[in-house]
């Protein structure tokens, strides 16, 4: 064994000459470090006589040192890791503004549909990309879950946790064990989470439709500022509602006390007697923008072309419609609204599955009621109808909406996207339209990257149709096509929003044409009435149905809703009444939003004017 005298002098061997590594110390960012014989003795020295100092000591120092090589904001080291992404010049500015001005707390409040998804990703990116940030929380209302989930993942491949998942909720502890968490404010708010959440650290927090923070009194508001943080970004097009107190209580979760106490903001800055005109405009102008950016539509490129929505209305065959009543009566016979037990062992979200792949395709069902049929969960009685469904689904004859799509598509030779939500439903298509002579090319979440880019250069040269799934065509820039049909229709309006913006977004020059396909009597066929109708959904701007959904019940989302009436409803007159009354819901949820919308604009264009 040497002894620490030979230890030594081996190392002073090793150090003879002056030498020098590159050392990838930052990710994307790799510097020359030179070694000198001279200065480092000096440590090895004190090595060999145990003078060190401590592990936390030399943790903090090599974070001080990646900091100091890391570029500076101007350079956006996030940019070379997005896909599908190109973000806008206004959008790289408001990054590199939060970044360097705003000290990674602001309030994001650009007009509905600028993107300001975009803007905190790429904002998150910059300082997980620099060792500034590992611990995150999104929250957001239980309808985007799924969405920020899907965007972080397929633009910045980001994977973040849901309390829905398996793996979250069998955990022990699992606001220690995974780094990046997405929750709905009211998941996070309960009784039987708060304290959890109110113990862990999060170096940042992203609250979306931050407006819901408005009032300070609310449980939500009281989560949020209690939370331990260091960036927290708040999202909304819309942060004041009835009151400017309510900017006051969204900008003190950002920087308490930057507009001092609420007393003393109502006193400087509320004209007495009108809570929503601003006095001391100048000075409040001066604060907001310490913490405020909004962008404005009408400043920047945004969309230019406009979109046109077609439905199509049609008919079942006998034997489809039969069927159709066939199963949905049984969906209603163990559906329970509200349930969160089970019938049988049936439970509310497959009934729901059954339901909506019925709207798509017989081919679609015929899995899933196989499938069932097989689990020996369910009563030996259930199981044998079951298989008796599955089997009379095989036997219907006539496919009335593929036979109405050939008529459609031989009205036009563009290029053309159809979706389905259903693998099984694109299956079908797919071979339905070869065999009618259509050269198609097919997208699908299950196909890997190299297939997918593959099958995107297909459609753009030689074929004329995509099929598509809706994971399939995340994260594609797809708008050197202009004719868009929905063979099926998803019960979350939102996705139906999303399908759209894969070809009515920036760079598209062409007006947009949607077909949407509407079998009579089916469920699909009552959302699409309720939605273009009551809404007019198809010439809302990008986010503004969310902004409308989001002021119906908060308990409940649009697809809950909608299957809460169907199985609820004893006949069609009543299935219209209750129908028509969620329909006036949507309508007051409108002239609501466009209310405020121009409260804010007006409000926000006196606070933030134009530069």
Same mark, same amino acid.
């Not at 920087?255 to 000075?283: H, M, V, W």
């Given at each position: 064994?040497?002894?620490?005298?030979?230890?030594?002098?081996?190392?002073?061997?090793?150090?003879?000459?002056?030498?020098?590594? @590159?050392?990838?110390?930052?990710?994307?960012?790799?510097?020359?470090?030179?070694?000198?014989?001279?200065?480092?003795?000096?440590?090895?020295?004190?090595?060999?006589?145990?003078?060190?100092?401590?592990?936390?000591?030399?943790?903090?120092?090599?974070?001080?040192?990646?900091?100091?090589?890391?570029?500076?904001?101007?350079?956006?080291?996030?940019?070379?890791?997005?896909?599908?992404?190109?973000?806008?010049?206004?959008?790289?500015?408001?990054?590199?503004?939060?970044?360097?001005?705003?000290?990674?707390?602001?309030?994001?409040?650009?007009?509905?549909?600028?993107?300001?998804?975009?803007?905190?990703?790429?904002?998150?990116?910059?300082?997980?990309?620099?060792?500034?940030?590992?611990?995150?929380?999104?929250?957001?209302?239980?309808?985007?879950?799924?969405?920020?989930?899907?965007?972080?993942?397929?633009?910045?491949?980001?994977?973040?946790?849901?309390?829905?998942?398996?793996?979250?909720?069998?955990?022990?502890?699992?606001?220690?064990?995974?780094?990046?968490?997405?929750?709905?404010?009211?998941?996070?708010?309960?009784?039987?989470?708060?304290?959890?959440?109110?113990?862990?650290?999060?170096?940042?927090?992203?609250?979306?439709?931050?407006?819901?923070?408005?009032?300070?009194?609310?449980?939500?508001?009281?989560?949020?500022?209690?939370?331990?943080?260091?960036?927290?970004?708040?999202?909304?097009?819309?942060?004041?509602?009835?009151?400017?107190?309510?900017?006051?209580?969204?900008?003190?979760?950002?920087?308490?006390?930057?507009?001092?106490?609420?007393?003393?903001?109502?006193?400087?800055?509320?004209?007495?007697?009108?809570?929503?005109?601003?006095?001391?405009?100048?000075?409040?102008?001066?604060?907001?923008?310490?913490?405020?950016?909004?962008?404005?539509?009408?400043?920047?490129?945004?969309?230019?072309?406009?979109?046109?929505?077609?439905?199509?209305?049609?008919?079942?065959?006998?034997?489809?419609?039969?069927?159709?009543?066939?199963?949905?009566?049984?969906?209603?016979?163990?559906?329970?609204?509200?349930?969160?037990?089970?019938?049988?062992?049936?439970?509310?979200?497959?009934?729901?599955?059954?339901? @909506?792949?019925?709207?798509?395709?017989?081919?679609?069902?015929?899995?899933?009621?196989?499938?069932?049929?097989?689990?020996?969960?369910?009563?030996?009685?259930?199981?044998?109808?079951?298989?008796?469904?599955?089997?009379?689904?095989?036997?219907?004859?006539?496919?009335?909406?593929?036979?109405?799509?050939?008529?459609?598509?031989?009205?036009?030779?563009?290029?053309?996207?159809?979706?389905?939500?259903?693998?099984?439903?694109?299956?079908?298509?797919?071979?339905?339209?070869?065999?009618?002579?259509?050269?198609?090319?097919?997208?699908?979440?299950?196909?890997?990257?190299?297939?997918?880019?593959?099958?995107?250069?297909?459609?753009?040269?030689?074929?004329?149709?995509?099929?598509?799934?809706?994971?399939?065509?995340?994260?594609?820039?797809?708008?050197?096509?202009?004719?868009?049909?929905?063979?099926?229709?998803?019960?979350?309006?939102?996705?139906?929003?999303?399908?759209?913006?894969?070809?009515?977004?920036?760079?598209?020059?062409?007006?947009?044409?949607?077909?949407?396909?509407?079998?009579?009597?089916?469920?699909?066929?009552?959302?699409?009435?309720?939605?273009?109708?009551?809404?007019?959904?198809?010439?809302?701007?990008?986010?503004?149905?969310?902004?409308?959904?989001?002021?119906?019940?908060?308990?409940?989302?649009?697809?809950?809703?909608?299957?809460?009436?169907?199985?609820?409803?004893?006949?069609?007159?009543?299935?219209?009444? @209750?129908?028509?009354?969620?329909?006036?819901?949507?309508?007051?949820?409108?002239?609501?939003?466009?209310?405020?919308?121009?409260?804010?604009?007006?409000?926000?264009?006196?606070?933030?004017?134009?530069?």
């Amino acid at each position: 064994m040497e002894s620490p005298e030979n230890s030594t002098a081996s190392s002073r061997n090793v150090l003879a000459t002056p030498e020098h590594s @590159r050392l990838e110390i930052v990710p994307g960012v790799v510097v020359q470090v030179n070694f000198s014989p001279a200065e480092d003795q000096v440590i090895l020295d004190q090595m060999a006589q145990g003078k060190h100092g401590r592990a936390s000591d030399l943790y903090l120092r090599r974070q001080a040192l990646a900091v100091s090589l890391s570029p500076g904001f101007d350079t956006l080291l996030s940019l070379k890791v997005v896909r599908g992404i190109e973000p806008l010049d206004y959008q790289l500015a408001t990054v590199r503004h939060v970044l360097k001005n705003l000290r990674g707390r602001a309030l994001l409040c650009d007009e509905v549909g600028m993107g300001k998804t975009i803007e905190a990703g790429l904002i998150l990116m910059e300082y997980l990309m620099r060792g500034l940030v590992r611990r995150v929380l999104v929250l957001t209302p239980p309808s985007l879950v799924e969405q920020w989930q899907q965007e972080m993942q397929t633009k910045f491949n980001l994977d973040f946790i849901s309390y829905d998942n398996q793996a979250f909720k069998s955990h022990p502890h699992p606001l220690r064990e995974f780094p990046r968490i997405i929750a709905s404010l009211d998941t996070a708010k309960r009784e039987t989470h708060r304290d959890e959440v109110l113990t862990a650290e999060f170096d940042m927090v992203i609250v979306d439709e931050a407006h819901h923070l408005k009032n300070r009194r609310t449980q939500a508001y009281r989560l949020v500022s209690q939370l331990k943080k260091k960036y927290i970004l708040l999202l909304t097009a819309t942060p004041v509602e009835n009151d400017l107190e309510e900017l006051f209580n969204l900008i003190t979760l950002l920087q308490p006390g930057q507009l001092e106490t609420a007393a003393s903001f109502k006193r400087k800055y509320i004209t007495r007697g009108d809570p929503l005109k601003p006095k001391n405009a100048d000075d409040l102008k001066r604060l907001v923008r310490e913490v405020m950016v909004r962008n404005r539509r009408s400043e920047t490129s945004a969309i230019r072309s406009r979109r046109r929505a077609d439905i199509i209305e049609l008919s079942l065959s006998d034997d489809e419609m039969a069927f159709y009543n066939r199963l949905s009566s049984f969906v209603r016979g163990y559906y329970t609204p509200g349930l969160t037990g089970m019938k049988d062992g049936v439970n509310q979200f497959i009934l729901r599955t059954l339901q @909506r792949e019925i709207g798509s395709s017989i081919e679609a069902v015929i899995p899933t009621l196989e499938k069932m049929a097989e689990n020996q969960v369910y009563p030996e009685v259930l199981r044998r109808v079951l298989i008796t469904l599955a089997s009379q689904a095989r036997e219907v004859k006539g496919r009335a909406k593929a036979e109405i799509l050939l008529k459609l598509l031989r009205q036009f030779d563009e290029k053309v996207i159809i979706f389905t939500c259903y693998l099984e439903t694109q299956a079908f298509l797919a071979r339905w339209l070869r065999e009618n002579g259509f050269s198609v090319a097919e997208l699908h979440g299950n196909m890997r990257r190299q297939e997918k880019e593959e099958q995107v250069q297909l459609f753009a040269s030689d074929a004329r149709i995509l099929v598509s799934t809706e994971t399939g065509s995340e994260g594609r820039n797809l708008q050197f096509c202009s004719h868009l049909v929905n063979y099926d229709l998803p019960w979350n309006p939102m996705r139906i929003e999303q399908r759209i913006g894969r070809i009515h977004r920036l760079g598209q020059e062409r007006d947009v044409r949607i077909y949407n396909l509407s079998a009579a009597g089916t469920v699909e066929a009552y959302i699409l009435e309720l939605l273009d109708a009551k809404i007019n959904m198809f010439q809302l701007v990008v986010g503004e149905l969310d902004m409308i959904l989001g002021n119906l019940d908060q308990k409940k989302d649009f697809e809950e809703l909608v299957m809460d009436i169907w199985a609820q409803a004893t006949d069609e007159t009543d299935l219209r009444r @209750r129908l028509d009354h969620l329909g006036e819901q949507l309508i007051e949820a409108k002239k609501h939003y466009q209310a405020v919308k121009e409260l804010d604009e007006r409000l926000l264009g006196e606070l933030l004017p134009d530069e």
